[in-house]
């Protein structure tokens, strides 16, 4: 693997409050076996060997909390906080302010504790080549087009799901960032997109989800069992 020698940036955003998960406690902060998300989260990119800077982006009001957890947990790890914003851009934005050498950042969903060291890996080390790197994996469903009221089949395999980290030369997704927000702007990658940039796309893991209910709590649990028996890619 090709050696990575610029300033590498870590953004976790973690802005969620918990509404689709009926919770009044934030699913970043929601227990993973034994301790919150967002440390599971942490802990992959401080263990991925590339010796980050972390910075996380939290709401303002969960601040004291965050410090609260970390106390009771004895967590440790070193990272920057910022506050995030009232959406995903502008948590990002705010992120970026704290960012002042050229390098490369990733921007990863503080709810995706799963995500595995080669994928950490791969994402910087083509973001340096190709001056970004996406993860994305292939749709299993088939999936239909609604328009105008009506639905059509469409060739599942001219799509893909989208994950996270999305890894990024600072410079162009600063540049990125200038521009106003849109609400077609649904990741990092759309925003560097319409900046004029050609993203590029590696491959993720299904292991790699996002918790956004109930249920993926229970997966993400059975995931990290299972992965104690048999060899998974969450590592």
Known sequence: MTEITVKKYVVIVAGGIGTRMNSTIPKQFMKLNGKPVLMHTITKFFDCGLNPEIIIALPPSQSENWQQLCTEHKFTTPV???????????????????????????????VRPLVNTKTILAAFRDAEMYGNAVPAVPLNDSIRKIESGKSMAVDRSRYCVIQTPQCFRTEKLKKAYQKEYKTTFTDDASIVEASGEQIHLIDGTPENIKITNPQDLIVAEAIIKLAAQIPLPIK
Do not use: C, F, N
């Open 80 to 110: 920057k906080i910022t506050e995030g914003g009232e959406t995903r851009y502008d948590s990002v934005k705010k992120a970026l302010q704290l960012i002042v050498e050229p390098g490369l950042v990733a921007i990863h969903d503080a």
